[in-house]
Each structure stands twice: as C-alpha cells, then as structure tokens.
C-alpha cells in the first residue's frame, strides 16, 4: 500500500460486510500480503469473523499547484510524476475536486516540464474511493513511460479586465495555465457567464457584453466559450472554458459597480471625478501626489503631469468615498491605488497632463 509501517490494528465485529476467504500468516520477509502463508476459512468461520483494521505510519498525497500542471505524487518520503499513459479523464476530474479546484477538466496547450516518473497506474480498489485511497503500481525498471500526467482545472483561470481606464469594466483577458488570453465577444453571449466573472472580481453582476471596436487581433489562442451551469457561480471554477487558435471580435464586459476617472472641461486638464452607475463624484486632493499623477495622467494618455492641486471647497456628499496611494509604481490604473479611506479633506482635485498627441493628414 506504500503507506510505511503499521502503526496499530485492530478488530471490528464484521456486521453485514463481506469477509475475505482467506487468513494470513506473515513473516518479516514478504514485499507482498499475498506472499505470505495462507489458509481458506471455512463458511462457518467466516460468518462470525471480525474486520481488520489497521493505521499505517505514512500518508499518500497527489498534488497540483495552483491547480493547474503536472500531477505530483507524494509517498513514503518521495515525490515524482504519474504515467500519463494510464491516468484518465475521471481520474482529472477526480482530482481536481478533491484539490478544491472546480469541477471542469480543460484542455492543455503547454507542453509540461519533465519530472521523474514515479507511478506506473492506479486502480480503484473499492467504489468512492478518494484517489489516495487507489491501489498504486509503480514504475520500476520494468516499465517504460516518458511522459507525465499534467491536468488544467476550471478552478485554475482567473479573470481581469484590460486596456481600461474604467474600474469593473473593459476588454476582458483569462488567465489560462497561467498565460493571459483575450475574451472574445463570442465567449460573453451567456448572461451566466457574464455575472460569474463580474462576482469573481468583486464588480456586482452584469450590466451587459459588447463588442470591442478597436482592431481585431491576429490569430492567436483566445477564449472562445464560457458555459456555466450556475448562474449564481461566483467564479469560474464550476465553468467549462474553451480556448482555440484563432482570430475573433473582442468583447467588453460592463458590471454593476463599474466607475472611470475623468478630467472635466478638457481632455487632459480639468478638475477630476469618477462618474458611476449612479451618480458623479468630485475626487479629493487630499493625499494626492506626483505618482497617482503620473498614473492618471498614463490612464488617459496624455504623457505626464504639469500641475495638480486642490480647488476650492464642495459639499461633503458629493466627494468619491476613497482615496488613492500609487505608492511603488507599479500599478497598471489608477484603480490599483484605491483606498477604502474616506477623505476628510473636502477640496476638489485639479490636474493638468500633457496635452494628446494629434495627428492631421
């Protein structure tokens, strides 16, 4: 069972389970329970026998990191891969619920790194069994396998929206063994789709997909389907995602608690709000400085800041409640700088950036 030594046993009275027609005798010599002396019991013993039970010193464990990749067996002391040449798609699915990774076993693109091979098979030894409780067959020298197991779970892909100045809405990317792929708009025609990836990044439900009108990309690998079964999912893990080499129209994907950061009067100066689902507020100075300028200003693209200050006084409810801190530049929006801190500083913030760049024919 490749679980180490038997820490104690014990005897249950047998109940309505079946009893095996054997009894056995071993000595230290054995590799194998069936190496060992044995003797038929007769019917009439075998109804009044009691179960064995026994606790061994090790544990059996199989792995995924972060839920997607080679399958990592973990056994009396050592680690190593699993035969892909017996492992199946119910074993994948197995897995990947038992790790808490979804229910949906997708298709791999990538091709894994190479691990030693540690197990051959494994065989079910009993029905429900949890996959550490299989029967494992090793890979010793008289088996030859060259490649690993590898498994990519639902629970694996991650959203985020891209290219946006909006906060909770844009173009849409998954991250897909761990490779930052485009939506296309194909992808979002599922209302159960949409609300699963607006709840997953904490943006509310869907307000509705719509195609992108910028350029349509070159033929690439792009998620082309999201089926989910819920339509209360609040990720993607119970989702079947689909992902093709191609070309497609991109989709962009509006939540309920969408918001952008705007610059009123002109487009690269003016006194800043964020406009929402539900109202207009004026963004406070308070703390406000040459990095969350540079940030806004890259936002809008209008090169870097001149000036930024505050401006007058406004009436306390109808500030943005947050602030923002683009402390170690390395946020891609201004959105990365929010802070759940209401301001108490009730002046309006200005800013002027570089002008846009023109282009006359």
């Known amino acids: 069972m490749h679980c180490g030594t038997a820490d104690n046993f014990t005897s249950t009275p047998r109940a309505d389970q079946e009893v095996w027609s054997h009894s056995y005798n071993c000595s230290r010599s054995e590799t194998s329970l069936f190496e060992c002396d044995n003797t038929e019991i007769s019917s009439n013993v075998s109804q009044n026998a009691s179960i064995a039970s026994v606790n061994c010193s090790g544990t059996i464990k199989l792995k995924l990191t972060k839920c997607w990749g080679n399958v990592n067996m973990f056994m009396e002391g050592k680690s190593g891969g699993i035969c892909a040449d017996t492992w199946t798609e119910d074993n994948s699915e197995m897995l990947c619920k038992e790790q808490g990774c979804g229910s949906k076993v997708l298709k791999s693109f990538n091709q894994q790194s190479q691990t030693e091979i540690m197990v051959h098979s494994l065989h079910a030894m009993q029905p429900n069994a949890k996959l550490n409780q299989y029967n494992f067959i090793m890979n010793d020298q008289g088996r030859t396998c060259q490649k690993p197991a590898s498994v990519v779970c639902s629970g694996s892909v991650k959203p985020r929206f891209s290219d946006s100045i909006d906060s909770c809405s844009g173009k849409l990317e998954l991250s ?176 002027e950036c570089q002008s846009k760049t023109s282009t006359t024919v």
């Open 176 to 351: 897909y063994e761990e490779k930052w792929l485009p939506v296309c708009r194909e992808a979002l025609k599922e209302q159960k789709a949409q609300n699963a990836i607006c709840r997953r990044l904490n943006c509310g439900v869907a307000f509705g997909a719509t195609d992108d009108f910028g350029p349509t990309p070159l033929s690439n690998q792009v998620i082309t389907a999201i089926q989910c079964s819920n339509n209360n999912a609040a990720s993607l893990k119970e989702c079947e995602v689909t992902s093709e080499f191609r070309s497609c129209t991109l989709g962009v994907l509006k939540c309920s608690k969408w918001k952008t950061m705007v610059l009123e009067h002109e487009p690269c100066k003016g006194e800043v709000a964020v406009y929402s689902a539900n109202e207009v507020s004026a963004v406070s100075s308070q703390g406000w400085t040459m990095n969350e300028s540079q940030r806004l200003c890259q936002d809008m693209a209008c090169g870097s800041p001149i000036s930024f200050g505050g401006n007058g006084t406004w009436p306390t409810d109808s500030f943005f409640n947050g602030t923002f801190n683009c402390k170690g530049g390395k946020q891609q929006s201004i959105w990365d700088c929010e802070k759940k801190v209401p301001p108490s500083e009730k002046k309006k913030l200005f800013i």
